[in-house]
């Protein structure tokens, strides 16, 4: 069956008009994407942006705190280091001062001892006496507490521990 050549006319022109109108339609569409396609690739960039500046503002206050931990911990380690050597110290003063006492005596001992007996006398009775001296500061160190171990140096590594394990606890 064959059309008349007026609906086969008609026809085309609808055609025609319809796929206008959907070229239309889809180009409506198409314009509809690129605006959300823009729109999202904005604000993908100004979100990438604020979250940089978040991250470096958090890094920054962040740093700051942790600069500000750090120093507390040192100062806590220096007056750990100061409290735990001040005995030593003051142990290493009073086995100097033996030291010094007992070089000293040592050689006043050899000095009255080549004098020998008679005109002598008189070193040999000082040096008896300094030496029941020097005994007696030998006793009095006995009564000096002891010199610290190894242990402070161990407190140390105690409290650096235990602020590494409550670093990860709280991380």
Not at 37 to 66: M, P, W, Y
Not at 84 to 92: A, M, R, S
Not at 96 to 108: C, I, K, S, Y
């Amino acid at each position: 069956m064959e059309l008349e050549p007026e609906l086969l006319l008609q026809e085309a022109r609808e055609n025609v008009e319809a796929a206008q109108s959907y070229r239309r339609e889809l180009g409506q569409r198409l314009q509809g994407l690129r605006a959300a396609r823009r729109q999202i690739k904005e604000s993908a960039s100004q979100t990438r942006d604020v979250l940089k500046q978040h991250f470096n503002d958090l890094k920054g206050t962040l740093g700051k705190l942790l600069d500000e931990r750090l120093v507390t911990l040192l100062q806590e380690v220096d007056t750990i280091e100061q409290e735990t050597i001040k005995p030593l110290d003051d142990c290493q003063k009073l086995i100097e001062h033996g030291v010094n006492t007992a070089e000293d005596l040592v050689q006043e001992g050899e000095i009255a001892i080549l004098g020998g007996v008679g005109e002598q006398n008189e070193k040999l009775w000082s040096f008896t006496k300094k030496a029941s001296h020097i005994q007696l500061d030998r006793w009095m160190m006995t009564l000096q507490p002891k010199i610290t171990d190894s242990s402070s140096v161990n407190v140390l590594q105690i409290i650096l521990r235990m602020y590494m394990w409550a670093l990860k606890r709280n991380s």
